[in-house]
Structure formats: structure tokens, C-alpha cells
């Protein structure tokens, strides 16, 4: 069967696989060139802040709208609602996150991570449009679209982060990675597909994705305290 504007399932799984690949030599070339410029504590301080921001992430936009994926009338989504209550949810994270980084910035020992993990808690106001505009194309089966910003994305990513550790950046050449990497989606939202929202929710069917929700969240903290044992 073909997709209306993505191209045959087959070709997807073929952009699928490409993109795969794409993906690993990108990441391959990109940490080949890091180990060169930064040190131990470089990949140190950015691992800590990159655990407390995968513990956020548990709770955030991501696990919202990946409700969007189980829907099979595309025209049953309500962005608007997922926009407004990812921004609410993601906001007070960004600002958690804030707040925890400045706790570390008073300890002896975790104090060379708060100014990244700081840096690091942008990931969760960019990910609201950018995570957002990839489940708007998933579901719309607009896979030559959805590979396109993906690998944009993967490309600025690899590519900032490798000027920023030959320019001397340190640890910032690790923060900016995940930041950029879903800008180009963001940006496709706004700007391609003049997406704008309203800031309205339906709070009465936004209950069923709560739940949803809430069953996400609780078998991600599951697999994560399983990793931690």
C-alpha cells in the first residue's frame, strides 16, 4: 500500500535503515574527534548531568505525545492540547532542573556539573515543538519528511559539537549535541508547516492520556531502576 505522502511501507523501512546508519557513523566520527579535544572530566561531569536529565525525561513531553502513535484517525489528535500541557509539564522540569543545578553548584564533588546540567535542561523546551512535529509526521506516514529532519538534526548535532571541542568548548561540546538535535523538527513545525498554537486544552479527554501517561512513566522508571541494579 502506499502512503499518501511518504512513499510505500517498504521504502520506510528502507529510509529507516539508511538512517540507522547515517546515525551510527555520524555518532562513530563524532566521538573520534571529541576523545581528541576533551578530557575524563569532560565526559564525567556531562554523564551526571545526562542521568538526572534521563531520570526527567521519564516524566516529559516525550511520554505525552507518544500517545499520538497509538491513535489510528490522525485527525482524532489534539496537538493543541499536547502542546499546552507539554509546555506546562516541561517548564516546571526546565525548572527543576535549574534548581538542582544551582543545589550542585555548592558541593565540592558534583560542582563542576551544575553549570551543564543547567545547559542541559534546554533539552526539555526543545523538545516540546521538535518531538511534537516528529509524531505529527509518524502519523501522517511521512516518512521521506520525518528521515529528512532527523538526519538534519543528527548532522547539526555532530557537526556544532565538533567546532565547539576544536574551539576549546570543553563540555559544552557534549551539551549542545542533544540541544540542537531536535531544533531542525522545531523550526519544520513553525516555520515549513506554519503550525501556531492556541494554548487551549480539553482537559476531559486529555484523561485518557494521563493515564496512558502515568503507565509510561511507571514502567520507564522500572526499566531504570532495573539498569541501576
Known sequence: MEDAKGGSTGQALVMGGGFLLFKDISVFITMVVLVRYLSPSDYGSFAFAQSIIG????????????????????????????????????????????????????????????????????????????????????????????????????????????????????????????IILTMPAAIDLFAKNKWRPDFTVDWVAYKKIWTFAFHRMGSGAFQKRIKTC
Not at 496537538?79 to 544551582?102: E, R, Y
Not at 558541593?107 to 551543564?116: E, L, R, T
Not at 501522517?140 to 557537526?159: D, K, M, P, Q, Y
Request: proline letters at 3%; aromatic letters at 8%.
Open 55 to 178: 531520570l526527567g525525561a521519564i516524566g516529559s513531553a516525550v511520554v505525552l505525545m507518544s500517545h499520538s502513535l497509538q491513535v489510528r484517525n490522525p485527525k482524532e489528535i489534539d496537538w493543541q492540547s499536547h502542546f499546552t500541557v507539554s509546555v506546562l509539564v516541561n517548564s516546571i522540569l526546565f525548572l527543576l532542573t535549574l534548581l538542582l543545578a544551582w543545589v550542585l553548584s555548592f558541593s565540592d564533588k558534583y560542582s563542576d556539573s551544575a553549570i551543564p546540567l543547567a545547559g542541559l535542561g534546554l533539552v526539555f523546551l526543545i523538545d516540546i515543538p521538535g518531538t511534537m512535529r516528529h509524531h505529527m509526521l509518524q502519523v501522517e506516514h511521512n516518512w521521506i519528511r520525518f528521515r529528512a529532519v532527523l538526519i538534519l538534526g543528527t548532522l547539526l548535532s555532530s557537526t556544532c559539537a565538533i567546532i565547539i571541542a576544536i574551539m576549546g568548548g570543553g563540555v559544552w561540546a557534549l551539551v549542545a549535541a542533544p
